[in-house]
């Protein structure tokens, strides 16, 4: 009888194969107890949670270039502008000077002896045209953060959600099998896939924290150059009424010749 003694019984080996379960310590099998069960569904949990972290930042710092990007077309928008006020304000100046010459031109013709007057008065001295005032320099500021907001333009391209593939290799299911709680020396876990997981994560927040505080250089700039040019359109505006006062006049003036 002991020759038998550490067989198996034949009739209860379909018994033990539809059981179902993992072999225990001693040889027999045992069903997954639910705490365990309760385990793997926490790791996956963790893992689906991580990869939706690094997937929601992705989204963030996308959205963050996008409005650098539009922040930078728009202030190279306004220095093209402060450029084409400075350049019409020169322009208005010198139709101003053409008006104060043709003045003169009606003054003299309406005058009885103004053209034997003109004869015998010496001609006058050519008076040098006025002095053109300096070209259109932009806010510095605002070219400070312009120039830091055009080295992101290649960001903006590798975030562009039609650009980007993002790396989702081993999260979910498969990288919970050796999913570990514990932490290592340097406050990551352990686990490589979450550990890649949670160094992504904290990359994308430093991007964000830098792409946020260039937003808000670049916006002060846009406000600072919006400020000054403010001054160029009131003035402008003053100047234009000016002149059109000006051919008014002369034009009544040239209807009574």
């Not at 926490?42 to 996308?62: C, G, K, N, W, Y």
């Not at 003054?107 to 053209?115: A, E, L, R, T």
């Not at 002060?220 to 000016?242: A, Y």
């Not at 034009?251 to 009574?256: E, G, I």
Request: glycine content about 8%.
């Amino acid at each position: 009888m002991s020759a038998y003694r550490g067989s198996r019984n034949p009739f209860a080996e379909d018994d033990d194969e539809d059981f179902g379960g993992k072999a225990s310590g001693s040889g027999g099998w045992s069903e997954p107890s639910e705490a365990e069960d309760r385990q793997r569904w926490l790791e996956q949990e963790v893992m689906r949670t991580a990869q939706s972290a690094v997937d929601s930042s992705h989204r963030s710092l996308s959205l963050i270039y996008e409005s650098e990007k539009v922040g930078s077309e728009t202030a190279e928008e306004l220095i093209r502008q402060g450029e084409a006020l400075k350049r019409t304000e020169r322009m208005v100046d010198n139709m101003d000077q053409d008006l104060k010459t043709s003045q003169r031109h009606i003054n003299s013709i309406k005058s009885v002896f103004g053209g034997l007057v003109n004869y015998f008065k010496p001609k006058p001295e050519t008076k040098p045209p006025p002095e053109q005032p300096p070209d259109y320099k932009p806010s510095s500021r605002l070219q400070d953060a312009l120039v830091h907001s055009k080295e992101q333009e290649h960001n903006y391209q590798a975030s562009h959600p039609n650009l980007r593939k993002l790396d989702t290799g081993g999260f979910g299911a498969k990288a919970s099998a050796d999913y570990s709680s514990s932490q290592s020396s340097n406050g990551y876990p352990k686990n490589k896939q979450l550990m890649t997981a949670h160094k992504q994560l904290d990359n994308n927040l430093d991007d964000m924290a830098a792409g946020l505080s260039r937003l808000k250089n670049l916006g002060l700039g846009l406000q600072s150059e919006i400020d000054s040019q403010d001054p160029i359109l009131h003035r402008l505006t003053g100047k234009v009424d000016n002149m059109d006062l000006k051919i008014r006049t002369t034009d009544q003036q040239l209807k009574k010749l």
